[in-house]
């Protein structure tokens, strides 16, 4: 069982990116996901999370600018970032809401030049 998180870079303040999280052994769809994320020295915190009824919430910091969504078909789940601001820089991991340890892996690097 896996959860890899892909699609981070290096952009500009006002830029946009969309990371993507791969399952496998894990059916998506079905489980209630998350999207979370590491800023250095910072502890680990919610960004947005969906239901598998597809409901879905934001941090407020991110409410706005940031979609989550998910491609049943693909197996996949995704987070859409617009309007990037510099303190978005951080490691961003895909899990369940609320998170297992079992799924936490490295995670994509996001970096936000003001």
């Known amino acids: 069982v896996q959860l890899q998180a892909s699609g981070g870079g290096l952009v500009q303040a006002g830029g946009s990116l969309r990371l993507s999280c791969a399952a496998s052994?894990?059916?998506?769809?079905?489980?209630?996901m998350g999207w979370y994320r590491q800023a250095p020295g910072k502890q680990r915190e919610s960004v947005a999370a969906?239901?598998?009824?597809?409901?879905?919430n934001y941090a407020d910091s991110v409410k706005g600018r940031f979609t989550i969504s998910r491609d049943n078909a693909k197996n996949t789940l995704y987070l859409q970032m617009n309007s990037l601001k510099p303190e978005d820089t951080a490691v961003y991991y895909c899990n369940t809401n609320p998170s297992r340890d079992l799924f936490w892996g490295q995670g994509t690097q996001v970096t936000v030049s003001s």
């Open positions: 969906i239901s598998w009824r597809g409901s879905t």
């Open positions: 052994g894990f059916i998506v769809s079905i489980n209630d």
